[in-house]
Every structure is written in C-alpha cells, then in structure tokens.
C-alpha cells in the first residue's frame, strides 16, 4: 500500500500467478545474470574455526569468476503526502496495526537519531512507547515492535502494534 509503482509493493517472493508461467529458459537466464560472486553475500554463523571456514569459503567459491552485472533499475519513488488508511477484515483473534512514517535518508545525519530512537522504541517492555500504551487498567496493546526501514532510496520509520481487540485500534 506505500510503495505503490515501485518493486517494493511487490511481495518477496511475487505473484503465483506469474511465477507459474515462468519458463524454465527464463529462470536459468536470471540465474545467469544475477548470481554472480561480486552480486552475493556469505553469511556464517555457528561454532566453527574462522581460518578452517575461511579456506573453505575460499575452496568452494573462490575460483568463481567475478562478472559484469546489468545497471540496476532506477526507482523513483515518492512517499504518499495525505494520511493512508487501509483496513482489511479478516478472522483473527488479534487485530494489526501498522504505521509507517517517513525518516531521514540513510546519508542524511538525522538518521542516525532515528535509529536510535527506533532501537528505544523497540525495547521491549522498557520501551517507552510500549509502557504508554499498556499503563492502563485495560492495556491498548499486547505487542510492539518498531523498526527503521532503509532502502536505497528512502528510509521509514514502521511501528507495529497487536491488540485483541478492533475498538483498541481506533483509540
């Protein structure tokens, strides 16, 4: 719903639809075109020796040749400048809210006063906002969760919320 004309409005994995009707030719091309060693990241994890791991990172993948890859796509996008209100009804015994607010630019130095300030409000039950909305009697909220979406050409700042109830959400 934010990123209306832009690849972000797409789901992760996209469409069944579409991805049903993919020929195979299609899905090798891609292959071929995007993974490429200087286009992927090795992430590692687990009890293991760094020299050992390292060497056979390097074994398996190191001989892979780096190769030119096409120009990335240009994304023009433009944050909506009016209050989007989306509902969507369905049977669940939790009710969702989601915020989204504009936040600096990665490269701008504001950012990083945002994200600390997302790493705050994403504390837990320390968090402030979190408190705020749960010192009542009868709490507005069961969950919070905050994060600061960076993306090339924008940041956002998200705030999620779960509550048990649909009134909760309006207040």
């Known amino acids: 719903q934010a990123y209306p004309g832009t690849p972000y409005a797409r ?8 991805i049903a009707t ?3 030719e299609d899905i090798i091309q891609y292959y071929q075109t995007y993974y490429k060693p200087n286009n992927m990241v090795i992430l590692l994890m687990g009890d293991f020796e760094t020299d050992k791991m390292l060497k056979s990172v390097e074994k398996y993948f190191g001989n892979i040749p780096v190769k030119p ?5 240009k994304i023009v996008y433009t944050p909506p400048e009016d209050k989007l209100v989306k509902y969507k009804e369905v049977d669940t015994k939790n009710c969702y809210l989601n915020l989204s607010f504009k936040a600096p630019h990665f490269s ?7 994200d600390l300030m997302t790493r705050i409000l994403n ?3 320390t968090s402030p906002l979190y408190k705020a909305l749960t010192s009542e009697k009868e ?7 905050a994060n600061l979406e960076t993306q090339k050409e924008f940041s ?3 705030i999620s919320m779960i509550t048990d109830s649909p009134q909760k959400i309006e207040r």
């Open 156 to 158: 956002a700042l998200n």
């Open 11 to 18: 789901p992760v994995l996209g469409y069944e639809n579409i």
């Open 69 to 73: 890859l096409p120009p990335l796509e």
């Open 22 to 24: 993919i020929p195979k």
């Open 139 to 145: 709490p507005l909220i069961i969950d919070l969760s």
């Open 108 to 114: 701008d130095p504001d950012y990083f006063a945002f």
């Open 123 to 125: 504390s837990g039950e």
